[in-house]
């Protein structure tokens, strides 16, 4: 592995969800927006909310951003050239998301590598209500994925993560074994315990459906975890429709 | 601004269409995975396939990764746990792109602050007969987009973008006026302009449907380009639905 400035910035991420009460300055926060706008893009189709309202934020944090997909200010552009799109929406988003976070991510490399902490938050486009109001968006504009960004008060150890053989497949996809799939829970399931990320089992996402519970503090960990998101939540692609068809996007539409 | 290596690093990304001969070392692509795969991550949705067969790549990049929204593995992953994926395919994808786009822009990142040159591919996704055979892909494995890395064998300038203020709003989501339009149109075209991008015209989209053609290589710039783009391309729905079920994923049936 080599190392350089850059490299060590992205090898010590790690989500911060306590910070202090200490003010990112203006300079830093330009700077982190400047870094995210160079990121590679198709259309320029993300924008960011700031706000500064640390009252109303995740984990108090001083400064969260809102990653948008932002349709609406690609049609304005259009407009003034006479266009219109034609795209459909799926196509939009699926292009949009792209530029979206890859702004996202650069944003967060550049917070992190003048030392502030960052969070992401995904489960913001599910607020569709509350964040059309609060922030005046128009249709096509869909919030993404919140960045929480502050000074951190905490200093997690970094995560873990799969094997490299199981992330990156040289000339085809593979067929797995089983040995290959076991190796890779056992390495993220001792790699959480060991660091006690689900306290002591105070994490645990709740079973359904009068499931019985098997496992406790000591088992607990991030291969089951996962599967109870996976495995109990977001099962009905209405919902999703109907959150995006709030921001005006129509392309789930029956 | 303020500035460090990493920040260096991110303002000075441009994508790279040429590439020289030599090939990044094993050690670098190593590299470059791993950095990726530290990226922030939902339930490690993101997986890539990578490809020295220079010969078949855009550019002829001697590296090629796709980067894979990978469902496919998640679901093995819960099966050993005894779970089965109920989430629908349209959260998976939600959540699965944004897995994907984090770690491939880590991997640009790395790549970058070594040297090499990179470029992303956005098509790839279209592509779906080739891919899924090719790279013998199973069912809920999306390419989402290709990556070619090399050493540069050209300096592009770093290309224009927004205002700040066409980017990141403070508190909420503004009404543009006219004039702000106008001003990031100006800055994407004037820019786009003085770097000869569109190479005199060369690389003009070509007008459907008999549109008249107003523009030549002296005007031609970034926001007619895309504009022709998304007011010409992509119209059905259906086009991506089809493509998508190859794939395996079925959220936009009908």
Chains 1, 2 share one sequence.
């Not at 053989?165 to 799939?181: H, L, N, R, W």
């Not at 996402?205 to 996976?230: A, C, M, P, Q, V």
Request: charged fraction near 25%; proline fraction near 6%.
């Amino acid at each position: 592995m080599i190392l350089n400035p850059t490299i060590e910035t992205l090898m010590n991420h790690r989500s911060i969800r306590k910070y202090t009460d200490e003010i990112p300055s203006n300079e830093m926060i330009e700077t982190v927006v400047k870094a995210g706008q160079q990121a590679a893009f198709a259309g320029q189709l993300g924008s960011l909310i700031l706000s500064r309202e640390k009252k109303s934020h995740p984990f108090g944090a001083p400064i969260y951003f809102i990653v948008c997909v932002d349709i609406h200010r690609m049609q304005k552009v259009m407009e003034k050239r006479n266009w219109k799109m034609i795209s459909s929406d799926a196509a939009m988003l699926l292009f949009g998301v792209q530029d979206a976070c890859y702004m996202a991510q650069n944003l967060v490399i550049a917070a992190e590598s003048l030392g502030l902490g960052t969070c992401y938050l995904g489960f913001v486009p599910f607020m569709a209500d509350k964040l059309i109001e609060k922030y005046k968006l128009p249709p096509k504009v869909l919030p993404l994925v919140g960045i929480t960004i502050g000074y951190p008060a905490e200093v997690p150890p970094v995560r873990p993560r799969y094997p490299l053989d199981f992330s990156c497949f040289e000339g085809k996809y593979p067929e797995f074994s089983d040995e290959q799939i076991e190796r890779a829970m056992k390495q993220m399931d001792e790699g959480y315990l060991a660091q006690d990320y689900y306290n002591g089992g105070k994490l645990m996402i709740k079973l359904e459906n009068d499931r019985e519970e098997t496992f406790n503090g000591l088992t607990y960990s991030w291969t089951e975890h996962i599967s109870r998101k996976w495995g109990q939540w977001l099962n009905d692609p209405e919902e999703l429709r109907e959150v995006l068809n709030k921001y005006g996007f129509e392309f789930l539409k029956k």
